[in-house]
Structure formats: structure tokens, C-alpha cells
């Protein structure tokens, strides 16, 4: 079965910290993406990667940053983290073949920040 | 920009019934749609992908349908049962400047089966 998988379901950070969050595919899927989701705002697109070391904004990438140095893992980074980055937040990839392949979602890694 | 509305936002009903779940969306230029499922603090499950070019997806219980030029899809849901409990996340994928696909969501619709 095909799987996304987030390292970690729950996260406590303090304000100022760095942290990273870990997302793994083992679909061979050149696109990867980050989201979060808040209550009422819905999921929006942090950063998405269309290939290795390539990254491009999405819609909110504000005090965010990503890595890509392998093909199945894609990292968010929260340079200095802050209580308005407290969300859920979702990684998801998909195959660039066309308009019959879907996005997959990991489980998501709900983080905190106090 | 690509917005996305559902509607309703909510639903409540018995077990048993057929329900329609709906969505709109503004820029009819997409290249698919995805129906997701969420569980609370959960992430999202692909319940149908509608290709532009198709009118509807069939999965078990729920059928799919999509009408670009309009800006319309809706999830139709069959004999709707307990487990069927959870919000349903609509999702055309556009066309972004840089030439890649983009997932636009609405905020969903949350449905409660009751026994």
C-alpha cells in the first residue's frame, strides 16, 4: 500500500525554536507538498517541491522553509517558530503524469507552539 | 484565483439516507477533481479523482460528478451509514504559472450519521 508518512503525530515547541517536520513517500512521486489547516480557513499551500533541491512558494510560505536533498523526503523547516504557526499541518505527493493521478496525504502532525 | 465553496457546511442526518454534498468552484480552467474524507485530527483519504474530461467517478456507495463549464461538482453519497461520519473536502487541481498542478480546497462539509 502505497503510503505518505509524517514522523510525528504531535508536536510541543516553544516559541523561537527551530523545528522541523519530516514527511516520507515511497511512491517515487516527483511533487511534494506542505499545507496547513486551520479552523475556518481551510488548507492552504505552504511550499511544494517539483523535483529534488527545487522548491517554489505556494500561497502562505511566510517563516517557513523547506528541504528536498532526496526525492522520497521532504522537510518543513520553522526558522524561529511563533504561536500563529500553531496548526495542523499536512504533507502530501503526487506523480506529474497527468490529469488521472490524485495527491496523496500523509496523517498529519498537529504542532503547538507555547 | 481559484476559490471553492461547499455547501452545506454542515449536516446532520438518520442512518439511511441518500445525501448530496456540493461544490462550486470559480476558475473552470482544471485538470482534475478530488474528493477527499477527513477524520477528526486525522489527514485526508481520496474517496473519487473526476478527470476534466469525465462527467462522474463511481466508488461503491458514493458517486461523483463533476460539470466544468458550470464550476460544479457533487458527492453523491448512497444509504449513508454511521461510519460515514467525517467532513468531505472538495478539491479541483488547477494550473499554476510555473506549469505544475495546484490543489485549491473548500473548507468542507461536516456530516453526522446518527444511528
Known amino acids: 500500500d502505497v503510503k505518505v508518512t509524517q514522523s510525528s503525530r504531535y508536536l510541543v515547541k516553544r516559541t523561537g525554536e527551530k523545528v522541523f517536520l519530516e514527511c516520507v513517500q515511497d511512491m517515487d512521486h516527483e511533487n511534494m507538498f506542505w499545507y496547513r489547516q486551520d479552523p475556518g480557513l481551510g488548507l492552504r499551500l505552504i511550499y511544494f517541491?517539483?523535483?529534488?533541491?527545487?522548491?517554489e512558494k505556494g500561497d502562505i510560505p511566510e517563516g517557513y522553509s523547506v528541504s528536498r536533498e532526496k526525492k522520497e523526503r521532504f522537510s518543513l523547516i520553522l526558522e524561529s517558530a511563533s504561536t500563529n504557526q500553531t496548526s495542523m499541518y499536512l504533507c502530501a505527493s503526487n506523480l506529474n503524469r497527468g490529469p488521472s493521478y490524485g495527491y496523496t496525504f500523509g496523517s498529519g502532525t498537529r504542532l503547538t507552539v507555547v | 484565483k481559484q476559490e471553492v465553496t461547499q455547501i452545506p457546511a454542515a449536516l446532520s442526518v438518520p442512518e439511511g439516507e441518500n445525501l448530496v454534498l456540493n461544490c462550486s468552484f470559480t476558475?473552470?480552467?482544471?485538470?482534475?477533481l478530488q474528493w477527499f474524507r477527513q477524520d477528526p485530527g486525522k489527514g485526508l483519504t481520496s474517496l473519487l479523482l473526476?478527470?476534466?474530461?469525465?462527467r462522474e467517478q463511481t466508488s461503491g456507495r458514493l458517486n461523483a460528478s463533476l460539470d466544468k463549464s458550470s464550476g460544479r461538482s457533487t458527492l453523491y453519497i448512497a444509504a449513508s451509514q454511521p461510519g460515514d461520519s467525517a467532513t468531505y473536502l472538495c478539491?479541483?487541481?488547477?494550473?499554476?504559472?510555473?506549469?505544475?498542478?495546484?490543489?485549491?480546497f473548500g473548507t468542507g462539509t461536516r456530516l453526522l450519521v446518527s444511528p
Open positions: 476558475d473552470s480552467a482544471i485538470y482534475n
Open positions: 517541491s517539483y523535483d529534488v533541491k527545487m522548491k
Open positions: 478539491a479541483p487541481q488547477g494550473v499554476m504559472n510555473t506549469g505544475f498542478q495546484k490543489l485549491v
Open positions: 473526476i478527470q476534466s474530461s469525465q
